[in-house]
């Protein structure tokens, strides 16, 4: 069942009680009402019959008094009136007021019994008549309280209904962003991430939306820097195995042609039993094999990029700062390094390195410094920190789209479990990269925000 009709359902339910309830409360009304009305009627009429009796005595004719009497009582709505003779029987009846719609008899049983009819004796059974008797008549109340109670009833259904209505349309509309939500979220699930949906209605939708906005978003941005990341990986791959073909081109083939025309030399004078000119063919050979052999390792080295950690992360790094500080003598280093790197895993020297390759490079190519501080320390708790922090212009540098050094540096970290912040400090000038790697395997947490 959705969650929309149990909505709905509820809703209807909690009116259906509150119409039985409000029916409840009206038919009791409408009973007190009754009885209150008949038993005022039947004292009414007790009354003005005592009086007429205090009178008879004195009348000349008591007869047409009496007839009289009980004639008054028509279209009376609560009393009918009969004169009674001996034997019980009526010898004149009160014409009550007929009522409107009948009610059903299930209604008037409802309203309770009506009040015993009262009998009041003829003083002296004056011209034969016996007694007066005074029945409550109900019928036209319980009429008029049938007609009441079918209308309070129709309101009540009536006003349930419209809200009910109403509450399913607002249901229905407060519902549809949900729908589209669910739509956007099959797409994401089918790996399309460029769908978003409107960011309208309720707090606690708007809050959903957002969310799978941003989601969506960070999703679509992820996949295009992995195929960003991919093109370069191929394009660098490509350069290299062009260069690989020219070095071998130019540099050895030439060597190889000069080695087999000395041997060639060499072969000639034997045959000619000359022997005066083969130590020169040889050196000559020698010097050529021996070209070849430093670009043959050159080669190796390159197809199997030695480690730069191999000589030590401080040494590689000291190297680095060495490199940059030829070329720009006016900015200072700064530099605090580990006392023992030897415990490093190789993988992780070579994500060290490389942040801290990227990230001074940055400083130097788009902070303009004057100082830029490399820090590694490791923290009680195993963590390994590498902060790169400079004092240049990095809080008003636009932000550039398509470096691909951060995402780099992201991914290496995060290639051993680390994480990794950088952008330009809040207060004042410069920019700070800081990454975190648990050398015990943990996952890392988050750094805190780059500040200086
Ligand atoms: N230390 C820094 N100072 C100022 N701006 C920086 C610094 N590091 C990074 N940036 C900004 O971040 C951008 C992205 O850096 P990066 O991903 O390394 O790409 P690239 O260096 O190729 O431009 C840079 O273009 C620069 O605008
Ligand atoms: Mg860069």
Known sequence: MSLRARVVALIAGVLLISLLLGAAAAGYQAREALSAELAAGLGGAQQTVNSAFEDLPNSDHPARDLRQL?????????????????????????HTRSAGAPAPPWFGRLLGPSPAARQIAVPGHAAGFEAIVLAPTAEADVGAAWGEFTGIVTALTGSAAVGLILVYLVISAAFRPLRALADQFGRVGAGDYSGRVAERGPTELLGLQRGFNRMAGELAATTERNRLLGDQLLTLQEEERADIARDLHDDIGPHLFAVNMDAEMIAQLGEAGRHEGVTEHVRSIQAAVKHMQRQVRDLLSRLRPARITELGLNAAILDLVRFWSARRPDIAFNLTLLDEEAELPEATKDVVYRVVQEAANNAVRHGSPKTVRIALWIDADETLSISVADDGTGHDAAPTLGGLGLVGMRERVASVGGTLSSGPNHAGMGWTTIARLRLDGAAAAQPSEAAA
């Open 70 to 94: 009980v004639a008054t009582f028509d279209g009376n709505r609560h009393v009918r009136a009969s004169l009674m003779i001996p034997g019980g029987r009526a010898a004149l009846t009160s």
